[in-house]
């Protein structure tokens, strides 16, 4: 069966290092792959869309790199805040907007 | 412009007992989704609205689960007889094409308890 894999313990590290989440995929072949971040309490927000044929997308201090032969995503953060203590999820669909959503990994950022 | 809202936030019923969830996407987005997380667990799809047509329901557990979005604007989750597996937060989401990939504006959720 289809699986996505995201680290179950939380990231710890400190302000200002670049934090690093995976996410990794078994039994399927997504088109896109997405990133959300999700507070305590609220819905997932949007942050990143990558598509099959790209390596690698950036958004101001994120970037998101997509390896379909390791069948892997990378999401970095780089200069981290406290601010970015959050969940975050990764979510795969193919050619419908059926999202199917890893379980998240808590980063925590401390001073 | 306003966001996905949902209402209510928290609910706690017994077990039998009926609960209808209400969403309310952003205006104009045609596409409205349902998604649910069970404690421990992932996020789960439940279904996809097209204005007021069910697109796709393969993620709807049973069939004591009823979707309606009548006039392609709200939409309303309807579990009747709620069981206590059903308890976790259920999510509704929009997006404004159809067109896979695009990003999801995701209420922030009702959290339904069945004691």
């Known amino acids: 069966s289809q699986k996505i894999e995201q680290n179950s313990e939380a990231l710890n590290i400190q302000e200002g290092k670049t934090a690093t989440l995976t996410c990794n995929y078994t039994n399927y072949s997504p088109a896109y792959l997405q990133w959300y971040r999700q507070d305590p309490g609220r819905g997932p927000v949007f942050l990143l869309l990558?598509?099959?044929?790209?390596k690698e997308k950036r958004k101001e201090r994120l970037k998101v790199t997509f390896d379909t032969t390791l069948k892997q995503s990378l999401f970095h953060i780089t200069a981290s805040q406290p601010a970015d203590s959050a969940t975050y999820l990764c979510a795969l669909l193919k050619n419908t907007d059926k999202l199917i959503f890893g379980t998240g990994t808590r980063l925590q950022v401390f001073p | 412009e306003a966001g996905v809202t949902q209402f209510p936030s928290h609910s706690v019923i017994e077990k039998g007992q009926t609960v209808t969830l209400r969403c309310d996407p952003i205006?104009?987005?045609?596409?409205l989704y349902w998604y649910r997380r069970v404690m421990g667990k992932e996020i789960k799809f439940l279904l996809h609205f097209v204005k007021e047509s069910k697109q796709d329901e393969s993620g709807m557990p049973n069939n004591r689960f009823l979707a309606e979005r009548t006039g392609g604007t709200y939409s309303t989750l309807k579990v009747q007889p709620a069981e206590l597996e059903d308890s976790g937060v259920y999510f509704c989401?929009?997006?404004?094409?159809?067109?896979?990939?695009?990003?999801?504006?995701f209420g922030n959720g009702t959290r339904l308890t069945v004691t």
């Open positions: 989401a929009s997006s404004q094409f159809e067109a896979a990939g695009s990003p999801l504006h």
């Open positions: 205006s104009g987005h045609d596409n």
């Open positions: 990558i598509r099959e044929n790209e």
